[in-house]
């Protein structure tokens, strides 16, 4: 009985949309032609994202098990480019006293500079607070970079991850590295920053 109702309402609708279509033609026409204008560019924006995503997928992608199984320092390269994949001009600068940057670069989108710390570990060993926090600490001093990420193939602790939150540190975790690097998705989109807002 309800499902017939809402079928005679949905009916009544239509008619009485309708017949004020037909009335103020001279108002629904310009709506009508707003609105597919609209909806063009809506699409046209998803189709260009989406094939910008997949030249990325085609120019550098890696697998999760890839990354696992590679070298630590190849690892820190590997990020680099998947930070040059994404506009990003990186430089692999982790060596002995680099006070925790392992790459670095300057994002013309957002007009900043990033510090990255890499940490290639295994599933049982987790990112602790303390290497967030000297992230933290060099960033400005040593490489003047306000934006400030730790990339790893495993997780964060509890205590990590609510000192990032506080001190505004991105987290890539090993959810979010498939997302960037094996998906494609774009690292600005993975960590839900933009240029008003990073």
């Given at each position: 009985m309800a499902w017939a109702l809402t079928l005679l309402a949905l009916a009544w609708l239509g008619t009485f949309a309708w017949r004020?279509?037909?009335?103020?033609?001279?108002?629904?026409?310009?709506?009508?032609?707003v609105t597919a204008f609209g909806a063009d560019r809506y699409w046209r924006s998803l189709w260009a994202a989406e094939q910008e995503r997949r030249r990325r997928v085609a120019s550098y992608s890696l697998t999760f098990e890839q990354m696992r199984d590679m070298h630590w320092r190849d690892f820190e390269v590997a990020v680099m480019y998947l930070m040059r994949c994404d506009g990003i001009d990186a430089e692999h600068t982790g060596?002995?006293?680099?006070?925790?940057?392992?790459?670095t670069g300057y994002d013309p989108a957002l007009d900043e500079?990033?510090?990255?710390?890499?940490?290639?570990?295994?599933?049982?060993?987790?990112?602790?607070?303390?290497?967030?926090?000297?992230?933290?600490?060099?960033?400005?001093?040593?490489?003047?970079?306000?934006?400030?990420?730790?990339?790893?193939?495993?997780?964060y602790t509890r205590d990590a991850r609510a000192f990032s939150a506080k001190a505004g540190v991105h987290l890539i975790?090993?959810?979010?590295?498939?997302?960037?690097?094996?998906?494609?998705v774009h690292l600005?989109?993975?960590?839900?920053?933009?240029?008003?807002s990073p």
């Open positions: 004020l279509s037909i009335t103020y033609w001279y108002l629904v026409l310009p709506a009508l032609a060596k002995t006293g680099d006070f925790s940057g392992d790459v500079r990033w510090m990255v710390q890499v940490k290639h570990y295994n599933p049982n060993n987790r990112v602790r607070s303390d290497d967030v926090q000297k992230v933290s600490g060099a960033a400005w001093p040593i490489y003047q970079a306000r934006m400030k990420l730790v990339v790893t193939t495993s997780g975790d090993k959810t979010a590295l498939i997302r960037w690097a094996t998906d494609g600005h989109e993975v960590l839900g920053i933009t240029a008003d």
